[in-house]
């Protein structure tokens, strides 16, 4: 296999800069190889692998949506068109890494060791959604705040003088202009921590474009000023993600300090499951260019080609997938519902007189 490199991360930190002009990509909307050298450092298993990883992402998505519906999860954050970024990214970090995960990273936490059904409590609110068996925080809430746990995980990491490990997170375009994700930069920057940091830049804060975010040409240069190297890739070019990824651990792993990766991808639906209607603040003559660079149809050209793949084994291999999800939901729909007493009994080791108080008076209520 050769050993051809996407990125120069030396060269970019050395010259505290990045080319921005063209993202990083081996497979172009119509799955052609743009990018030989590079091309040749997957095998056929693993762009397999990656397909494979893509269809389960969306049939996690399509599926999970189908439960929210239902009214049977609480809040839940749609990835599809997402798949190339989240999976491309994630499959190239190790256990041993330590992920900090945002709430639309569900499906990275599983792929790194939580169980779907842990996810659907998660979301349902139940403690027991936070109890994986994973190297990682359970998905945080506020906005790039991910960013500064990770920076801290990362130091962690370089203090107790672990090799091969690094921490990574996510986070979207809109949080790149929280405060929090330029703190964890210029925090893991200043101590040369190993620390992979990944913004997803898929268009849209909620209703808020990319545009009136910033007046910054990418996201990605926003790492000059931390001092640490950023690159572009094309995120609904799942190898490409994979590839820049891969070589963003080595950098950060080897001792080399921090790096940002912002993948351009986007969000086809709607930001949460909680009912916000993207036609009232986009239109289809916008969608249908990011419709165009689908990143399962993209892969799914390119190994149809190579007689690797085919639609008849995607759609067996996601009717799959839902079959175990459905078992998933079954599993977490059998857990005992969570009372409002068991949330205060643990908010204090010693209840306050406050807390003791709405303990007596919700078990009263729970009693009934």
């Known amino acids: 296999m050769a050993n051809t490199k996407a990125v ?4 970019i930190k050395a010259e505290e800069g990045a080319p921005y002009a063209k ?24 762009l397999v692998d990656l397909m494979k990883k893509m269809v389960w992402e969306r049939a996690l998505h399509e599926q999970t949506m189908s439960f929210s519906k239902q009214g049977r999860l609480g809040f839940y954050a749609p990835t599809w068109g997402e798949e190339a970024s989240e999976m491309g990214t994630a499959a190239a970090f190790k256990k041993n890494d330590f992920l900090f995960p945002a709430y639309r990273d569900l499906p990275q936490l ?3 060791g939580a169980t779907v059904a842990q996810m659907y409590l998660w979301s349902k609110g139940y403690l027991k959604g936070n109890m994986f068996d994973a190297r990682a925080l359970r998905p945080q809430i506020i906005i790039g705040a991910q960013m500064v746990e990770m920076a801290g995980g990362a130091l962690g990491i370089k203090k107790n003088g672990e090799k091969d490990a690094v921490a990574y997170a996510y986070t979207g375009e809109g949080g790149s202009s929280q405060g929090d994700t330029y703190e964890g930069m210029n925090f893991a920057g200043a101590f040369q921590a190993p620390a992979v940091f990944i913004i997803q830049n898929n268009g849209w804060a909620i209703s808020f474009p990319r545009k009136l975010q910033t007046y910054a040409q990418t996201i990605a240069q926003k790492s000059v000023a931390a001092g640490i190297p950023g690159v572009q890739v094309d995120g609904m070019d799942v190898l490409a993600c994979y590839e820049v990824a891969k070589e963003a651990r080595e950098f950060a792993a080897a001792g080399n300090g921090p790096v940002l990766i912002e993948t351009l991808t986007y969000r086809f639906g709607a930001h949460s499951s909680a009912g916000d209607d993207p036609s009232r603040y986009r239109t289809k003559e916008e969608e249908k260019p990011w419709f165009d660079k689908d990143p399962l149809i993209r892969l799914r050209k390119y190994l149809t080609k190579k007689g ?20 998933a939901m079954k599993e977490a729909d059998s857990v005992e519902p969570e009372k409002v007493t068991d949330m205060l009994k643990r908010t204090f080791e010693v209840p306050t007189p406050d807390i003791k108080e709405q ?3 919700y078990e009263a209520k729970e009693s009934k």
Do not use: R, T
Request: aromatic fraction near 10%; glycine fraction near 2%; include cysteine.
């Open 8 to 11: 120069d991360f030396a060269k």
């Open 110 to 112: 599983i792929q790194h």
């Open 359 to 361: 303990i007596k008076k």
């Open 23 to 46: 993202p990083v990509q081996i497979l172009d909307n119509d799955g052609n190889v743009v990018n030989k050298d590079l091309m040749a450092n997957f095998s056929d298993d693993l």
């Open 308 to 327: 690797l793949w085919s639609e008849d084994e995607e759609n067996k291999y996601a009717d799959e997938c839902k079959e175990d999800f459905k078992k």
